[in-house]
Nanobody, 129 residues
Framework: QVQPVEAGGGSVQAGGSLRLSCVAS????????MGWFRQAPGKERELVAA????????LYGDSVKGRFTISRDNVKNTVYLEMHSLKPEDTAIYYC??????????????????????WGQGTQVTVSS
């Protein structure tokens, strides 16, 4: 029923910034928790950041804390990921995910991939040294 669509990926030099967006067109968007996950070649998919339905609770992976910020605009059905001080190890495909369940997940559950019901195709982020 819902197909998240990511945009904003690209190539940037180390130390640079990039802003990703994800649109999940749904009348229920304001009730979705949203997450960003990434997967680098040869590695497991990992949490980048997540945000609850209200925007008041967020969760970040340890490797991006202090550098990345997740936010949402429920009027535009869009979640954003602002990435600063990018490092080569941030190179990965970044996936947007939406949670659509009757009861809001706990904050810690937002870091688990199986919490989410819909996944985007991903957008490539490449950081060169």
């Amino acid at each position: 029923q819902v197909q998240p669509v990511e945009a904003g990926g690209g190539s940037v030099q180390a130390g640079g910034s990039l802003r990703l967006s994800c649109v999940a067109s749904s009348l229920k968007f304001s009730s979705f928790a949203m997450g960003w996950f990434r997967q680098a070649p040869g590695k497991e998919r990992e949490l980048v950041a997540a945000i609850d339905w209200s925007g008041r609770s967020t969760l970040y992976g340890d490797s991006v804390k202090g550098r990345f910020t997740i936010s949402r605009d429920n009027v535009k059905n869009t979640v954003y990921l602002e990435m600063h001080s990018l490092k080569p190890e941030d190179t990965a495909i970044y996936y947007c995910a939406a949670e659509d369940k009757p009861r809001p997940p706990d904050v810690q559950a937002l870091g688990l991939m199986d919490t989410y019901d819909y996944w985007g195709q991903g957008t490539q982020v490449t950081v060169s040294s």
